[in-house]
C-alpha cells in the first residue's frame, strides 16, 4: 500500500503571500493531521481532521486553515506569510480518531523569502 | 513547564550498548505515548506506542510508562550505528474534548562504532 504523499516537495514563496499544501492519507485512513516542524524542534501541531470535521486545534493563528474532502485527502492553507512560517509541514494519517497510531508523510519544505 | 520533555543530547552510546531515552510530560489526563525516530531531512517514523503501565518489548526496543511519576522512556538494546537519529517522544492529550498531539523536542543518539 502506497504511504502518505504529500505535495509540493518543496515551494518557495514572498511574505504576505499564500500557500497550499496538500496531502493524501494511507488508503483506509479516516484522519489526517498537520504539523510544523522547525529545524531542531519537534513537530507542532497544528490541525486534526477526522471524517472532514475539525477534531482538534494547536496553538497557531487563524492564517493557518485546513480542510478534508470526502476522499480523506487534506489541504493546509496559510496566508499572509511570514518569514517565520519557513518550515516541514508534515502531515499524518491515522485510520481513526481513538487508536492514533500517526503515519506521516514526507513533508513539504515551505520556504519564505 | 513544558508539556512534553526530552533531554535535547546528542546522547552518545558505544556500539553494542543499551541507549536509554527518557521524556516527562506535565498532563495527567495524557492518554497515550509514542515514540518515533526521525533521521536527518527525513519525516519521524514510528518505532512503537504504549497505552498502560508497566514495559512493553518490541524486538531491541522496550517502552516503558509511568503515569504515577509521568514518564515514558524507551530503550534500545545492542544500539547499532544505524540507530543513531533523533528521537521523538510524543503525547496524546484530549483536553476538553479536543484533540492534541503533543512531541517532545527530541533526543539526539549517535551510536558509535
Known amino acids: 500500500d502506497a504511504g502518505v504523499t504529500q505535495s509540493p516537495t518543496h515551494l518557495i514563496k514572498t511574505r504576505g503571500q499564500q500557500v497550499t499544501l496538500r496531502c493524501s492519507p494511507i488508503s483506509g485512513h479516516k484522519s489526517v493531521s498537520w504539523y510544523q516542524q522547525v529545524l531542531g524542534q519537534g513537530p507542532q501541531f497544528i490541525f486534526q481532521?477526522?471524517?472532514?470535521?475539525?477534531?482538534g486545534r494547536g496553538n497557531f493563528p487563524d492564517r493557518f486553515s485546513a480542510r478534508q474532502f470526502p476522499n480523506y485527502s487534506s489541504e493546509l492553507n496559510v496566508n499572509a506569510l511570514l518569514l517565520g512560517d519557513s518550515a516541514l509541514y508534515l502531515c499524518a494519517s491515522s485510520r481513526d480518531r481513538e487508536t492514533d497510531t500517526q503515519y506521516f508523510g514526507p513533508g513539504t519544505r515551505l520556504t519564505v523569502l | 513547564q513544558k508539556e512534553v520533555e526530552q533531554n535535547s543530547g546528542p546522547l552518545s552510546v558505544p556500539e553494542g550498548a543499551i541507549a536509554s531515552l527518557n521524556c516527562t510530560y506535565s498532563?495527567?489526563?495524557?492518554?497515550?505515548f509514542f515514540w518515533y525516530r526521525q533521521y536527518s531531512g527525513k519525516s519521524p517514523e514510528l518505532i512503537m506506542f504504549i497505552y498502560s503501565n508497566g514495559d512493553k518489548e518490541d524486538g531491541r526496543f522496550t517502552a516503558q510508562l509511568n503515569k504515577a511519576s509521568q514518564y515514558v522512556s524507551l530503550l534500545i538494546r545492542d544500539s547499532q550505528p544505524s540507530d543513531s537519529a533523533t528521537y521523538l517522544c510524543a503525547v496524546i492529550l484530549i483536553p476538553t474534548g479536543t484533540y492534541k498531539y503533543i512531541f517532545g523536542t527530541g533526543t539526539r543518539l549517535k551510536v558509535l562504532a
Open positions: 498532563d495527567r489526563g495524557s492518554q497515550s
Open positions: 481532521y477526522y471524517e472532514k470535521e475539525e477534531r
